[in-house]
Structures are given as C-alpha cells and as structure tokens.
C-alpha cells in the first residue's frame, strides 16, 4: 500500500515556537562579562506543518522546558570570533534566557543545542551520526526530540535583538497498526529509504515499547535531517520493526518524495506487515576506553557480498545497512562513545542455509594484521559464507567461548588453518565444533598459542575423515596435560602431524594415539619441549610404516628419562632423525638398538645435542644405518659423557658430516678407535668431501685422564677436507702429534 503523510498538530516538549517579550534582570559584573537575559523565538511561519494535507494552515505549539540551554557565540565589529558562551533558560517564562556576554563582542549568533562543536571561528560543524541517535521511552511519546532538533539564529545581532531560531530539520511521525502481534518486546524501528544517491536508513532505539495481545499499534517520532532522506522515483521505503521476531513494511514510492526543513510528516501504516525470521549472528565486544572505533571485516576485499545486512552495533545508535555487493575489506564501523560491553548483531536476509547468508566476516585483517583485541564471545553459529575458515579468530585475546556448533552451516568449509591462534583466554573447545565439516582437510595451528586451553574433547575429529593436516594444532597450548587416545582415530588420511603438541604441557601420550594413521608421514617436532613428559609408549609409532621424519620429535623434552628399545621399530623409511631427543636433559641412556630397523635414515644431525644426562654410547647404535650421511652436533653439549665405544662411525661409510659431533663434551675420555685405523685402511674417506669443523672442540677438558685423538689427518685425500678447529683444546696425550691447522693454529 502507499504510504500517506497527514498534517497533524500537537505540543512537543522541548522548544518554543511563539513571540516572546523580554523582562529586564540586574545586570551583574562577571569577570570581563556581564550578566543579561535575551529573548529567543522562532517566527509563526516557521510552524511545523505538512501543508499538502486536508486541512493545510494550521499548526502546533512547542514549548521550553526548564534546563533547556542555548549557547550564543560572539564577534566584534569585524566578524572576528571572540569566543562563546551558554544561556540558560528562566523557568516559568516564555522564551527568556539568561547567560554571560563574551568579552569584546558585539553581536552574536545564537544555537541550539547549547553542546554544538565549534569550528575555529565560531562557526558550527555538522552534526556527528551520534547526534541523531535516538530513543524513544514508552509508546507514542516525543520527550526525545528536544535534544534532537537543530535550531539557529547563523545573523550577528547586538545582544539586545530578539533571536529568531530556525532549524533545519524535520520530524516524522509514524503511526503503526496491526502489527504481528509475535513481534514482541521492541528494541529498535528502522526508516530505510531509496535515495538517488544510494540507500539512506535512520533508527529509532525503543524503550518499553512491547507489542502482543490486545497490543498492536505504535507511535513513533523521529527527527530527521530531510536533505538526507529524499525519496527518488521509484524508489523503494522500508519500515522494519525489530523484537522477538522481525517484521517489516515496504512499498514502491512512484514519485519522487522531497523532505523539506521545520516540516512534520506523518507516516501511516495499517496491514501488510510480513514476519521475517532474518539470519542473525551475535558476538560480544568489551571496549577499554571511550571513543573506540570497531571495524567489522570481511576475509576478501573482492569478495562478493550477495546478500543485504543490518548491523545492530549494541549501543542504541542507528543501525548500520549494507546493500548487496560490497568490494571493501571493512564493511562497516562504528565508534563506541563509552567503554562498556556491546552485543553486535548482524542480521542477513537470506534465511536459506544451503545458500550464502553473509560475506566471510573475519576478526583478523589480513591485509593490515589488525586483529580484534576486543571480542570476548561468539553467541551463535556463523552463518553460511564459505569454505575458507583460515586465520579467523587469530590474534584475538579476549575471546573466551564460542557455540558448540560454530560451524554448523559451513558444511563445504576445507580449511581451519590457524583459525584460532593465539586466543590466549580461551579455555575449552566444544566437542562437536566440527561436526558438520566433513569436508575439512586443514587443521594447521589451528588452536596454536591457546595458551589457557586446558583440555581436548576425545571427539573433537570425529567428524573429519578427510583431515589431511594437522601440524602445529596444539603447539604452545602449555594448559594441556593429556591426549584422549582416539583423538585421531577417524583422521585415517592425516600425513602431517608436525608440531602438534610443540610446547603443550603433557605428562603421558597414548600409546595407540596414532594407531589408525597409517598414512602419517612426519613427526618432526610433534612433541618438542614438553618438559613434563617423562617416558614413551613402546607402541607409540607401531602403526606409521609410512613415516619417514621424526626430526626433533621430542627435542626439549627435559623430563624424558628413558627411551623404549624398539620404539622406532616398524618405521622402516625414516630418513630424518635429526634433533630427535635434543634437549632431552633428563635422558641417561640410549637402547643399543633404538636405530637397528631405520636403515634408510641419512640424517642423525643433533640427534642427542645437549643430552647432559647421558653418560655412553651403545656399541652398535649406528651399525646398521648405512645410508647416514649427517652427524652433525649429533653429541654436542653432552657435558656427561664420558665415553664412546670402539668402532662407532665404523659402517658410516657414506658419512660426510661431523662438524661439531663431540664438541663441549667436556668429561669425555677420547678414543682413536671410533674410526678404522688409518695405517690399516687409509682409503676409509676416498670419494668424500668431509666436514670435521669443531668436531672435537672442548672434548675431554674435565676428564680424569687424557683420551687419544683418531689421526684423522693421516687418511687419504684429507686436503680437501673442512678441519678448523677439529681439535682445538682437546684434553688427548697425542695433542701434540695433531697438525696445526687441525687445532685452529
């Protein structure tokens, strides 16, 4: 149906609009001012009517009320600004102020509201978007207008002038019937128009205001700018209503509709409300201080935006409407007044699942790094918008909880890679979160840096069949102590479990906790630096025939004691053993045959670095890894070994890297036969380029006796070979049989 606007009259509280007389008071000397009563008045021309109505001419009353304020600003002579000064309206008369002058003016300009913001000579700004945020408490009343109608006298008079105030606003007046009654409790109307400029929309925040049984109407006022809210032809109006439910009113406006300043409107509307069940998803803001700009962004700036949405910022200012595609990174803001805590709502009209509800809404800029420090909790499922769910929540410190089904309408959504990194507060993840995301391959760092997350739902990938990934999960979540043991048992595709559990606080790992993930091909760093993991299931890698790296797999773990002697038993294509136990303060002794079945391995490279609780080598650890071709750092820092069994490096023979192998082993009794006898078997080296740097720096320097230095510069083809400082302060008897360039000289 049209909508109608009818001349209507009535007294509104707040200003005046009549002649005036002024009454003398005693001037009163105030430091360079004085004390004087003006008289203000807005001219019977200016009466609020729509004179395109059934009965044009007539017009209402307007009335001061006591507390009502007007600030005067002063110039000289010359219109040069002076400064400022507010006058106070005297109760009981009909449109007297009373107030200060301002040194050294002679005229002045009167407005109001008394709390304008002046530019720097005097001269008013526009008003911000939080001046026309209003709200109406209780059906049918206007008491919230007169802060909201901009009036002024822009003519230097002298002080002693009547002030004729005249505004630029206009007032609409909505009258609302048979409105759905399962509407309920309202909380905010929502005037949308379609301008020749793109769509414009003002709110009315509502108090008090409940619609139900025997309760279907509502009064309204709104003040309005009217050169903002003009109508093009054609052009469409939307009234929304906003409580339990959702209902809205719109129509077609066939000619052009022009809003003209000091004018009433009235709006009618008496049927053809429609209930909307919209799309709406919540979250919870804490801001820190006043005047806070927040910024609600999407994961593209080219992405798309099919939709229309309303964003209900919390704080009773208008909401914000963003029309159909957007190619901006930010698709709103607001600024927050006070710090305080906010519940924002965005609200989509596209209700189908199956279909995309929203743009992807992201809490981490990845074009500037910005991150939403302020989010504190995500109140309802993200609606459908997309597969992509990487790097969602990173970097926000404050969030402390998000719905069990989060993700319920994403059911196409492939990665969750680093969605939730660095959520320092939050503590708990729900066990069905990804329930509905069959299709999911990536779960890299997803809760990484979670650092106050305490536990692991045994069920959290149940769900994820197609899991491909999941390095770095857990990695710096230092609250986790345990793993459910069939945390992965249906993740049977995962080939990546790097840095999962780097940094946790774990004291015990399921033995069968990789039990169905046959396709695993890495553990490097799985368990790195978990310092309260004192021993190894014998069973842990049993069932990953397929791995091939288990570099620094439980590097840093300084409560480790004990290795288990067949616990890389089945792993047959390990290649990498590199750092493998680095760190590993704790750990005493090593099982002779940890290494027998790892026969394609080629890197032992810091292998035990810094183990200081080991005090020998097994005989036969390295026998059988005849494709070895890295042992570099594999014993640095082992500051309590004191002693190497005979033949060591025997069957390394494709070997080429020692460099800093026993460097630091300072207790460390020496001996020349970890390598063959060079006067026996002097082509040992042929056909390598070998690297002996700093290989035995230190060694021995706090042993009992001296140890012998192998006389690796006897052996065939060492000119081309990397020395410096191979023996450099070793604590041997044969020191002084060692060429110079072999100790650094």
Not at 260 to 284: G, L, P
Not at 359 to 364: D, G, H, R, V
Not at 665 to 694: H, K, Q, W, Y
Not at 728 to 736: D, E, L, M, P
Request: with cysteine; aromatic share 14%; charged share 15%.
């Amino acid at each position: 149906m049209d909508m109608k606007f009818k001349l209507f009259t009535f007294a509104l509280l707040g200003l005046l609009i009549a002649s005036c007389t002024r009454e003398a008071l005693p001037e009163i000397e105030k430091e360079g001012g004085k004390m004087v009563t003006i008289s203000a008045t807005i001219p019977a021309e200016t009466r609020v009517a729509y004179t395109d109505s059934d009965t044009p001419g007539s017009g209402g009353t307007l009335a001061w009320e006591s507390g009502d304020q007007l600030m005067l600003v002063g110039y000289d002579n010359d219109n040069v600004y002076k400064g400022h000064k507010v006058f106070s309206y005297v109760t009981g008369t009909v449109g007297d102020f009373t107030g200060e002058t301002v040194s050294g003016a002679t005229k002045y300009k009167a407005y109001y509201p008394a709390n304008v913001i002046l530019g720097q000579n005097g001269e008013p700004l526009p008003p911000d978007a939080n001046f026309w945020e209003q709200t109406q408490i209780g059906n049918g009343s206007s008491a919230h207008l007169a802060a909201k109608l901009l009036l002024s006298d822009t003519e230097a008079n002298d002080i002693n002038t009547l002030f004729t105030l005249d505004s630029p606003c206009s007032i609409i007046k909505f009258v609302l019937s048979n409105i759905p009654e399962d509407v309920g409790e309202l909380s905010k109307l929502i005037w949308t128009v379609e301008t020749a400029s793109g769509t414009q929309s003002m709110t009315l925040n509502l108090n008090n205001v409940t619609i139900g049984t025997g309760a279907t109407d509502l009064t309204a006022f709104l003040s309005f700018n009217p050169t903002v809210m003009q109508i093009k032809p054609n052009g469409e109006v939307n009234i929304t209503l906003m409580g339990a439910k959702m209902c809205q009113w719109n129509t077609l406006v066939v000619n052009p509709k022009t809003y003209s300043a000091k004018y009433r409107y009235t709006a009618t509307v008496n049927s053809d409300w429609t209930t909307e069940t919209k799309t709406q998803f919540r979250y919870k803001i804490t801001t820190l201080q006043p005047n806070t700009e927040y910024k609600i962004w999407q994961k593209s700036s080219s992405s798309i935006n099919p939709v229309n949405l309303m964003i209900d910022w919390g704080d009773d200012s208008d909401t914000t409407i963003v029309q159909g595609a957007s190619l901006l990174k930010t698709i709103a803001s607001h600024e927050y007044a006070v710090a305080d805590e906010y519940t924002i709502t965005i609200y989509s009209d596209q209700v189908d699942t199956t279909l995309i509800q929203t743009p992807q809404i992201i809490f981490f800029n990845d074009d500037t790094y910005e991150r939403d420090t302020l989010q504190t909790a995500i109140l309802d499922p993200f609606p459908n918008m997309g597969t992509d769910f990487s790097y969602y929540f990173w970097g926000c410190i404050r969030l402390t909880s998000v719905p069990a089904d989060l993700f319920r309408y994403n059911p196409s959504a492939i990665a969750f890679q680093r969605s939730f990194l660095s959520c320092i507060k939050l503590t708990s993840i729900p066990a069905e979160l990804f329930k509905y995301n069959t299709q999911a391959v990536d779960f890299m760092d997803c809760f990484a840096g979670c650092a106050e997350l305490n536990f692991i739902p045994a069920e959290l990938f149940k769900y994820n069949i197609n899991a491909k990934w999941l390095i770095g999960c857990f990695s710096f979540c230092y609250g986790i102590t345990n793993i459910p043991e069939d945390l992965f048992k249906y993740n049977t595709l995962i080939t990546d479990f790097s840095n999962c559990f780097w940094r946790t606080g774990l004291t015990s790992i399921p033995g069968k906790l990789f039990m169905y993930n046959t396709n695993a091909l890495s553990f490097s760093s799985c368990f790195s630096e978990c310092p309260g993991l004192s021993s190894i299931p014998a069973e842990l890698f049993q069932y990953n025939t397929k791995a091939t790296d288990f570099s620094y797999c439980f590097n840093g773990c300084t409560g480790l004691s004990s290795i288990p002697d067949y616990l890389f038993r089945y792993n047959l294509e390990v290649k990498y053993f590199n750092a493998c136990f680095s760190g590993c303060t704790g750990l005493t002794k090593i099982p002779q045959i940890l290494f027998i079945k790892n026969q394609k391995a080629i890197t032992f490279n810091s292998c035990f670095q810094n183990c200081t609780g080991l005090t020998k080598i097994p005989i036969v650890i390295f026998d059988l890894n005849l494709q070895a071709e890295d042992f570099k750092s594999c014993f640095e820092g082992c500051t309590g070994l004191s002693s190497i069994p005979t033949g060591l490096f025997e069957y390394n023979t494709k070997a080429i890297n020692f460099s800093k192998c026993f460097s630091g082993c300072t207790r460390l009794r020496l001996i020349a036969e970890i390598f063959p006898d060079p006067s026996t078997n002097p082509d040992f080296f042929v056909g390598r380029t070998m690297d002996f740097s700093n290989c035995f720096y230190n060694v021995g320097t706090q042993a009992a006796y001296p140890g012998t230095a192998p006389r690796l510069w006897e052996f065939t083809g060492n000119s081309g070979w990397t020395i410096t400082n191979c023996f450099t302060n070793a604590f041997v008897s044969n020191y002084g049989d060692i060429p110079p360039s072999w100790k650094g000289l």
